[in-house]
Nanobody, 123 residues
Framework: VQLQASGGGLVQAGGSLRLSCAAS????????MGWFRQAPGKEREFIAA???????RLADSVRGRFIITRDNAKNTVYLQMNSLKPEDTAVYYC??????????????????WGQGTLVTVSS
């Protein structure tokens, strides 16, 4: 089982990026999928999650700017990031939980993790 995150890069403040997380090895259409991030010197934090029914949960820090979606046919989850700020700079990780509906915010609730993709927002 592998989660491959991509789409990170360097962007100016106010810009947008879309991260993708492609899963392989098994289907995750019935699993909650999430995004977390970790900035230098900080703890990993929850960003967004989406369940099998399409319901979502977003951290307060990104609500209104980020959107999480999924394409079960492609076994892929996306994170559209708009109005990016320098404080959004971090390594972003996608993850898959064993839950089907519960939108967990703790890393311990997620079983599979991608390798991370770096997002850098310049001021």
């Amino acid at each position: 089982v592998q989660l491959q995150a991509s789409g990170g890069g360097l962007v100016q403040a106010g810009g947008s990026l879309r991260l993708s997380c492609a899963a392989s090895g098994r289907t995750f259409s019935n699993n909650v999928m999430g995004w977390f991030r970790q900035a230098p010197g900080k703890e990993r934090e929850f960003i967004a999650a989406i369940n099998s029914g399409g319901s979502t949960r977003l951290a307060d820090s990104v609500r209104g700017r980020f959107i999480i979606t999924r394409d079960n046919a492609k076994n892929t989850v996306y994170l559209q990031m708009n109005s990016l700020k320098p404080e959004d700079t971090a390594v972003y990780y996608c993850a898959a939980a064993t839950a089907t509906f519960w939108l967990g915010v703790r890393g311990s609730e997620y079983l599979y993790w991608g390798q991370g993709t770096l997002v850098t927002v310049s001021s």
